[in-house]
């Protein structure tokens, strides 16, 4: 099953506009990381969170981590046509190997 | 070569027919994880490799799922009688350690008839 639940789904936005996703989780975590997937493509990753940090950033990519509502968010800022893809927010727990991943939040950026 | 590397790419089966998927890690990655992503889903664990031990295969669907990796590099993912139901995308990804950043192949996409 899902661990992470991201929202909003489909997101549709213009060239040079921003981005925001939403993922939740259910337990505690290790870290939280986002991945990029293009279609027919393999993920690729993008950001890692640790449990004990609270905002980070990479590039035009802005990742926060709440832990106390269990949620984080992924934002991207000035978004280009070539950021038009499904976004994954993914989790790992204490004592467990597994990288658990959402449903994934698919972004089309309009020229 | 510099990244994972899945073949074949594409597979069609019919059910009933066993297949077998391949996973080339990158050179040196102790870790490698198989995942499955049906259509507008996100990757579904499978099953972890630590060097040529399996560490956890909780994720397996059924018993005609079977993974190796004799010698803790190359791995196998085998599906035997496959069932439409198999139809999905298979991925693997290596890392250098755990919990840490994965490196997915373009994976193996499987449809079967």
């Known amino acids: 099953s899902q661990q992470g639940e991201e929202d909003p789904q489909a997101l549709s936005i213009q060239e040079g506009e921003n981005a925001t996703m939403n993922c939740s989780y259910k337990?505690?975590?290790?870290?939280l990381q986002w991945y990029r997937q293009n279609s027919g493509r393999g993920l690729v990753h993008l950001i890692l969170?640790?449990?004990?940090?609270r905002e980070k950033h990479s590039g035009r990519l802005r990742v926060t981590l709440d832990t106390s509502k269990k949620s984080s968010s992924l934002l991207i800022t000035a978004s280009r046509a070539a950021d038009t893809a499904s976004y994954f927010c993914?989790?790992?727990?204490?004592?467990?190997?597994?990288?658990?991943f959402g449903k994934g939040n698919q972004v089309v950026v309009i020229p | 070569g510099a990244g994972v590397s899945q073949s074949p790419r594409y597979k069609v089966a019919k059910r009933g027919q066993d297949v077998a998927l391949r996973c080339d890690p990158i050179?040196?990655?102790?870790?490698l994880f198989w995942y499955q992503q049906a259509l507008g889903q996100g990757p579904e664990f499978l099953t972890y490799?630590?060097?040529?031990?399996?560490?956890?295969k909780s994720g397996l669907p059924s018993d005609r799922f079977f993974a190796e990796r004799p010698e803790g590099s190359v791995s196998t993912l085998k599906i035997q009688r496959t069932q439409q139901e198999d139809s999905a995308v298979y991925l693997c990804?290596?890392?250098?350690?755990?919990?840490?950043?994965?490196?997915f192949g373009e994976g193996s996409r499987l449809t079967v008839l």
């Open positions: 969170i640790r449990s004990n940090e």
């Open positions: 490799f630590q060097n040529e031990a399996q560490l956890d």
């Open positions: 990804a290596s890392s250098t350690r755990r919990p840490g950043e994965l490196f």
């Open positions: 337990t505690s975590i290790n870290n």
């Open positions: 050179s040196g990655h102790v870790s």
């Open positions: 993914a989790t790992t727990y204490y004592g467990n190997n597994r990288l658990a």
